[in-house]
Structure formats: structure tokens, C-alpha cells
């Protein structure tokens, strides 16, 4: 039996002799600036532990552009809810490889996060660099020292998004390598995770638009790299993603924009307040995959099969009753106005 299949009912048994007593695992929550996002925000605010918005942004100079949302920020205040924004570089591989180089430059990135950390209050910032050559992986360590290093000397914290990397290795196909060189392979867990104050283990995107049809965080698959990640992280850094959106799959055009033919199958993101309307449009039936844990469906148009995955209420309740077995510091859940709003009824209310 699987370790995640056996906790639930003792979980519950226990529930109201413990729960006075522990601690509920942190539920930070991802924001996009999307009026659907601020939406989700308004409306459960008071059972969101950590809000980390999208806000800031750095090049290959070092240069922070972007800021808070004066709507957002001031909400958050009102609740007291802690708001720990992210920074990016975009995704642009050879523009971080740059900054990563630069001392100068990553001297102003330290310096102007802990000016506008001061400016509004927030409690530190996390990192979200991805698409980053394996190459890179000392580099990046280097600069998460350092920066890690600064704002705890202003009382400020650093959490970081990371590629989940089980088995630590490149695999055998050239998917996997491709993987390896340019996604999982520039996160050193250990030593991130000895400097970081949390650690957001990015458990979902298993398959991608990348992939064909499958789920978007199979529940084995998050098993393995959970179960990897804790031999190299503290578990009370250790936060799980939960993705909240679906993945669409359908047969997109076979002529490029070049007039070449080629195959071309194709997926979009779709959000539960769309999922749930496609299968009631197309007549699907909503199925349950007990080993992926995970709901899924199919329907034809024009005579071909689409698929959606989707992580509804249930598979969240699933993934969150692993984050409270295993004693995590919580989950990040990316991202409020994807999910299903049963969701909701899981978690607690925050203690602020």
C-alpha cells in the first residue's frame, strides 16, 4: 500500500484532539495580476496564510522594475495577511547566465529588494527563476547565499521556487536530458535549502505542452519527489505545490506559419470556472484516477479526441492530507482563480 493511501482515516480520528494543539500547514496562495486572481483574493482572504504575488522582475543588469498593487497591498494590511512577492527574470536563460556572472549587478538586485521590502512592508520575497541551464546550478546557489544572507540581516526572508529533480540525475530519454539541462538540474536542494527560509517544491506540470495528455501532478509523481526532496531539505522548510489549474489537450493546426505541415498537438491551461462548463457542454463524464489522483475527462469535436486534466477539490484534499501527514511547513498552490471553489471548504481559517 502506498504511504499517502493510509493516513486519512487516522488523520480524521485525530483531528479534533489535535487540532487545537498543532499548527496548520502554511497555505500560501500565488497571485497573478488578473482581475480573476484579486477575485479569488477578496473573497477567501481570511484562509490564506502567505499571499506571493507577481510583481517584480530583474534583468541581466541587475535592474528591479515592477511593484505592489496598491489595491492588493492595502486588502492585505487590513487582514494582516503577510505578502512575500516574487521576483523573475523572465525565463531568459542567457540574460540570467548574465546576471548570475555580474557581482555589480546582483549587488543592486540584494539592494533594491530590501528598499522595497522596507518601502511596504513586506516580509521577504521569493525567488521564481526557471529555464536555467544545469551549468548554472553553483551560480545560482551562490546568489541565493547571498541574497538570503542580506535580507536576514534586515529581518527579511527568502523563499524560492524550484523544479522538482527527483532522481537527481539526467534519465534516459532525450526529454528527460532536456529536462535535466535546462529545468531540474540547476536546483541543488541541499544547499538551497540549508540558506533558504522555505523551500516551494513545484509539484505540478508533470505533463505539459510540452508532453502528450496526461496529469498535470500524477500522485506517484509527487511522491517521488517529494519523497526525494525531503532527504535534502528540512522538512519544516519544505512547502509542496499544489497546481489548482488544468491542462487541455486537443489537435492544434498541422500547417505552421511557414506553410510547412507538421504535427502539432497542442494544450492550454483552463481553469476550473472553464472545465467544469466544457465537460457539462460536450456531455463528458468526469472520471476519478485512484493511482494519479486526479480528475480527468474526454470529449469529441470535429470528430477527434480532446482531454482535459484537472486537480479538483478532491486531488487537492488529497495532496493536502500528505502536506499535514509528513509535517511539511505547508503548501504553495499555484494560483488563486484557477481552482475549484471547493477547494476552499478544505482549509482552515487563518491565524494571523
Not at 549587488?107 to 548554472?136: H, R
Not at 493546426?253 to 492550454?268: L, M, T
Request: charged fraction near 25%; glycine fraction near 8%.
Amino acid at each position: 500500500m502506498k504511504r499517502w493511501m493510509f493516513p486519512v482515516l487516522s488523520l480524521c480520528f485525530g483531528l479534533a484532539s489535535t487540532s487545537a494543539f498543532a499548527k496548520a500547514p502554511t497555505a500560501l496562495f500565488y497571485m497573478l495580476e488578473s482581475q480573476k486572481s484579486i477575485n479569488s483574493l477578496e473573497a477567501h482572504i481570511d484562509k490564506i496564510d502567505l499571499l506571493v504575488p507577481t510583481w517584480y522582475g530583474v534583468d541581466e543588469n541587475g535592474l528591479v522594475s515592477g511593484g505592489p498593487n496598491p489595491y492588493v497591498l492595502k486588502l492585505a494590511k487590513a487582514h494582516r495577511l503577510p505578502v512575500m512577492p516574487i521576483v523573475s527574470a523572465g525565463g531568459d536563460r542567457k540574460k540570467f547566465h548574465d546576471l548570475l556572472g555580474n557581482e555589480t549587478a546582483k549587488k543592486a538586485m540584494i539592494a533594491s529588494l530590501v528598499e522595497q521590502a522596507k518601502k511596504y512592508g513586506f516580509t521577504g520575497f521569493q525567488f521564481d527563476f526557471e529555464n536555467i541551464a544545469w551549468t548554472d546550478r553553483d551560480a545560482l546557489t551562490l546568489l541565493t547565499r547571498q541574497t538570503a544572507e542580506a535580507l536576514h540581516k534586515q529581518g527579511l526572508k527568502l523563499s524560492m521556487a524550484v523544479v522538482p529533480n527527483a532522481p537527481g540525475a539526467a534519465g534516459e530519454g532525450p526529454f528527460s536530458k532536456w529536462m535535466w539541462e535546462y529545468w531540474r538540474g540547476a536546483y541543488d536542494l541541499k544547499a538551497l535549502g540549508q540558506v533558504l527560509d522555505v523551500v516551494c517544491l513545484m509539484t505540478y506540470d508533470q505533463h505539459t505542452r510540452w508532453t502528450t495528455p496526461g496529469p498535470v501532478a500524477g500522485m506517484p509523481w509527487v511522491m517521488e519527489n517529494l519523497d526525494y526532496a525531503m532527504k535534502l531539505v528540512p522538512r519544516e522548510k519544505l512547502s509542496l505545490g499544489i497546481g489548482l489549474y488544468g491542462y487541455h489537450w486537443f489537435a492544434g493546426n498541422p500547417v505552421g506559419e511557414d506553410g510547412k505541415e507538421h504535427s502539432n498537438i497542442s494544450a492550454q491551461y483552463i481553469d476550473a470556472d472553464e472545465s467544469f462548463p466544457l465537460a457539462k457542454q460536450f456531455n463528458a463524464t468526469m472520471q476519478w484516477d485512484p493511482v494519479e489522483h486526479e480528475s480527468w475527462f474526454y470529449f469529441y469535436r470535429d470528430q477527434m479526441r480532446e482531454w482535459v486534466f484537472l486537480p479538483d477539490a478532491h486531488a487537492f484534499r488529497d495532496r493536502y492530507d500528505v502536506v499535514k501527514q509528513d509535517k511539511l511547513e505547508g503548501f504553495c498552490a499555484w494560483v488563486l482563480g484557477a481552482e475549484d471553489p471547493k477547494v476552499w471548504d478544505e482549509l482552515p481559517d487563518a491565524v494571523r
